[in-house]
């Protein structure tokens, strides 16, 4: 069975760093979309940034364009996004998500396996 299990969230400060990690178990990082999605309190879950597992193709939505970083280690099945510059507005419940192939829509709709979210709130 698919398990992504989340980490590294926690209270920072603006203009601070945070790097968010998620462990992946039962499929192989060799053709999937992974990647991270956010959902603020009242707000719809929004992508923010994938990568495909088999050529490094990325999407990153604007509004974190320049501040955060995905990457991913095949050979241990882990997902990473680095976030640096934080705001306010990144405070979130970040989810890290995963989907057979590659498709840049599936960062605008959804994925089909989930993990279960890491809080990062991010304080003025």
């Known amino acids: 069975e698919v398990q992504l299990v989340e980490s590294g969230g926690g209270l920072v400060q603006a203009g601070g760093s945070l790097r968010l990690s998620c462990a992946a178990s039962g499929f192989t990082f060799d053709d999937y979309t992974i990647g991270w999605f956010r959902q603020a309190p009242g707000k719809e879950r929004e992508g923010v940034l994938c990568?495909?597992?088999?050529?490094?193709?990325?999407y990153y939505a604007d509004s974190v364009k320049g501040r955060f970083t995905i990457s991913s280690d095949n050979a241990k099945n882990t997902l990473y996004l680095q976030m640096n510059s934080l705001k306010p507005e990144d405070t979130a419940v970040y989810y890290c998500?995963?989907?057979?192939?590659?498709?840049?829509?599936?960062?605008?709709?959804?994925?089909?396996?989930w993990g279960k979210g890491t809080l990062v709130t991010v304080s003025s």
């Open positions: 998500a995963a989907d057979r192939g590659w498709s840049r829509w599936k960062c605008y709709y959804g994925m089909d396996y």
């Open positions: 990568i495909s597992t088999s050529d490094g193709s990325t």
